[in-house]
């Protein structure tokens, strides 16, 4: 009998270790008052998706220029349908369900569509956020927690010193947005001492390898 316990503990195990490391994701972005940037949605998987769905909370100041979304990289030529709509708040919605084929595994874009920030958007960093995240894969179901993505409307301020200085002053985040380490100018991020996966170290990913 503990010998099943433990067996059925270890497979429950490894089927949230899968899931934990897949999800979705987006770069930073700059943005100046007034001008249009395009956003890529990027998902990593490590087993298929059959169908998804998440929200995309535009902060103040941006909004999502309608009738931009488009299915990209990953999603072109797999007959995934995607359905999106910007709610009454600004915010984009999108649901996706495969024609026949799951997203495979793998790293990269699916889905690009275009911010505009206001001609009188204040100027400063805001965060765009991934919320109500939803993924069905081919063998389980999971909720992604929140993803804050950086986005800094205006220029964005040189930072002092050699790129080396600017990259040990960054934050490092989970790709789900939880602080790992914080932003630090005097010590680089501890990458070396991260486990193996996937992470958000100065609002870019960054894939941790043995």
């Known amino acids: 009998m503990k010998k099943i316990v433990f067996l059925l503990c270890?497979?429950?195990?490894?089927?949230?270790?899968?899931?934990?490391?897949?999800?979705?994701?987006?770069d930073a972005v700059d943005i100046?008052?007034?001008?249009?940037?395009?956003?890529?949605?990027k998902v990593v998987n490590s087993e298929?998706?059959?169908?998804?769905?998440l929200n995309v909370v535009m902060p103040?100041?941006?909004?999502?220029v309608d009738g931009s979304v488009t299915n990209t990289g990953r999603l072109a030529d797999i007959g995934?349908?995607?359905?999106?709509?910007?709610?009454?708040?600004?915010?984009?919605?999108?649901?996706?369900?495969?024609?026949?084929t799951p997203i495979p595994?793998?790293?990269?874009?699916?889905?690009?569509f275009k911010v505009k920030a206001a001609a009188d958007a204040v100027e400063g960093e805001v965060a765009i956020k991934l919320t109500g995240i939803k993924i069905s894969f081919e063998s389980q179901n999971y909720t992604q927690p929140d993803v804050k993505v950086s986005a800094y409307i205006g220029n964005r301020p040189q930072n002092v010193g050699s790129p080396v200085q600017t990259a040990t002053a960054a934050a490092?985040?989970?790709?789900?947005?939880?602080?790992?380490?914080?932003e630090n100018p005097s010590a680089a991020p501890p990458t070396d001492r991260l486990r193996p996966g996937v992470y958000i170290v100065g609002g870019r990913k960054r894939i941790i390898k043995q």
Do not use: N
Not at 48 to 53: D, E, L, S, T, Y
Not at 60 to 64: K, Q, R, T
Not at 105 to 112: E, K, L, M, T, V
């Open 105 to 112: 595994a793998g790293d990269g874009a699916i889905i690009s």
């Open 32 to 41: 100046l008052p007034g001008q249009e940037q395009q956003l890529t949605l």
């Open 60 to 64: 103040e100041g941006l909004s999502v």
């Open 172 to 182: 490092v985040y989970s790709l789900h947005g939880r602080l790992l380490v914080g």
């Open 48 to 53: 298929g998706i059959k169908g998804f769905q």
């Open 80 to 100: 995934y349908t995607v359905r999106s709509s910007i709610k009454s708040s600004g915010t984009l919605g999108l649901i996706a369900v495969h024609g026949g």
């Open 10 to 26: 270890l497979l429950l195990s490894s089927l949230t270790i899968s899931a934990v490391e897949s999800g979705f994701y987006m």
